[in-house]
């Protein structure tokens, strides 16, 4: 029976890179210059500083831009709201989401179940979800749907079994 995984991942190594290039490019550019502006890398957990809001700005716009040259989805970035820091420092914090969690399962289920194919079905099996199907041309016809629908979270689907 026809198989495939619906995941939600973020390649953090990718991030990482990002991250460095988006620092380097901070530090040489002419408009960063006497900013201090800064970004810091935790385990799921971006915090960007700089002087005011918007060289704030500018370093979200570097850091995005840096992100979508390396294939991570803006998607899995929840912004924060912009801080006062010490010394008139604007901060910000963005959480970076990885794994489909229990609301967007049911959603992204009852869409699965909304489309009507009968054969198909859907389980979601911890942060992933998985949809079987008797045909192999119905699976292909949800991850279509599935592509075009936005769940505010990037999907990935791996595991494709015949």
Do not use: C, H, W, Y
């Not at 970035?77 to 801080?83: D, H, I, P, Y």
């Not at 992204?108 to 194919?117: A, E, P």
């Not at 079987?132 to 292909?140: A, H």
């Amino acid at each position: 029976m026809p198989t495939f995984d619906i995941v939600s991942e973020v390649d953090f190594q990718e991030v990482r890179n990002a991250v460095d290039q988006a620092m380097r490019e901070a530090t040489n550019r002419f408009d960063f210059k006497g900013t201090d502006s800064t970004i810091e890398l935790s385990d799921s957990e971006l915090v960007l500083e700089s002087a005011s809001e918007d060289r704030l700005k500018a370093l979200v716009q570097v850091l995005e831009e840096k992100l979508v040259r390396r294939e991570v989805s803006l998607k899995a970035l929840q912004r924060g709201n912009v801080e006062e820091a010490s010394k008139g420092r604007a901060r910000q914090k963005i959480t970076i989401n990885a794994g489909i969690s229990s609301d967007n399962a049911k959603r992204i289920n009852r869409f699965v179940k909304d489309k009507g194919i009968k054969s198909v079905s859907s389980q979601a099996q911890g942060d992933q979800l998985r949809v079987t199907s008797k045909k192999r041309d119905d699976l292909q016809a949800i991850i279509a749907a599935l592509k075009a629908e936005d769940f505010g979270i990037p999907l990935q689907f791996t595991n494709f079994r015949d």
